[in-house]
């Protein structure tokens, strides 16, 4: 039987599940196409029980020192002000983090490489691209791309973390069920000072309105603002500044110009595979499903995943349990993805961009339902915070 299990993708899922096997002394390779580890700018929001979840590893305090706490977030109106403030302390005896940490992903994949680098086990090899799997009663061979050529590698069982295109999901012709929405998404990072422009906004701010809605989150020394933009609007258009700063004026009128640092614009998707698994190769994270943003869960779906499963491969490699264990994999990750991941961010962009006056009534009212009391509040922050999908999914046992 091969002695490793191998990894392919460098991103948040596959070096948490990297870290958490390394930590149980089990050897792993980690395959990443690009040169280095991609510095892009993608996720910025980790909920409490990542946090939790990535303490042992040191990157929650890496993301604190390096990121901003967020202990509550908002819900606003441009005219209005604030519509609704919730509060994490209400989960002081849920998590060990009652809070967010608005910090850059591409951070946590440092500091997890640092701490595998610790560890002296882990083998990351940059320029490694996997073109293809194949597996047999003992085990599995990835087909890796690298700099000397195609080369086979083996290993007893490997994680596809590849992200959204998985070379391994689509080698496996696991079907990516769902749709794509017809608007883009636009970030615009900006220097601008919001926390004393508007200062009783807090660092993660949602904004519904029925002709644009758009998020205001904080990051270290910027604040990112994202709005959908038009189906028809061409990509010249959208990054047109003058447009660009419209939109910024839309959001918060400014005397002066707003200074604009970057910009991306993305397309956004609702998609979960139709199987986590076949045979010795599994798939987590963007490889798995992918969301929209609204919410901030795609990344920190993913990141649980990979430590679900990392966990069972731990056990079963130290003859814990039985390999029968990996099926529950799919079986406790999988539903958390369709039923409530992928309905919770569809609901969250609905409800920001209710067109009607009941719609938006509806929606006013069920922050004012969630903020009623404490033990709804707590239950509003149990599901928006993912814990509650974490014990659901521990539920299912078989
Ligand atoms: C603009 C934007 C904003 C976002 N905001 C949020 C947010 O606020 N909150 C949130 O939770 N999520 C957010 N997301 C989603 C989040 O970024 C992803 O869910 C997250 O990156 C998924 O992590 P992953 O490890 O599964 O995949 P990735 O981060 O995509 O990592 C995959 C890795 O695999 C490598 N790779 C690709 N192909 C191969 C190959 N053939 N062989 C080897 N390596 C390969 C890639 O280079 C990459 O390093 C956002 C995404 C975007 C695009």
Partial sequence: ???????AGAGPAGLSAAAYLTSKGIPVTVFEAEAQLPENLRASTFHPPTLDMLAPFGATQGLIDQGLVAPKFQFRDRVQGCLAEFDFAVLADDTEHPYRVQCEQFKLNHLLYNWLQTQGGADVRFNHAITGVRQGDAGV??????????QNFQGRWLI???????IVRQTLDIPFEGFTWDERFLVVSTPFDFATALPDMSRVNYFPDPEQWFFLLQVPGLWRAMFPTRSEETEEEIFDPDRIETRMQWAH??????????????????????????????????????????????????IHDAFNLAAKMADVWHGEADEALLALYEKQRRPIALEYVNNQTIRNKQNLEAATPEAQKAFRDSLDDALSSREKTRDYLLRTSMIASLRAAAQVTE
């Fill in 160 to 166: 596809g973390a590849e992200g959204a295109n998985s």
């Fill in 1 to 7: 039987m091969p002695d490793r299990i191998l990894i």
């Fill in 253 to 302: 009128a400014n005397d002066l110009p707003y200074e604009c640092m970057h910009t991306t614009l993305y397309r956004v998707h609702q998609r979960v595979a139709e199987q986590y698994r076949k045979g010795r190769i599994f798939i987590a994270g963007d490889a798995a499903h992918i969301n929209n943003p609204l919410g901030g869960m795609g990344m920190n779906g993913g």
């Fill in 141 to 150: 061979t990835a087909i890796i791309d690298t700099p000397d050529g195609e």
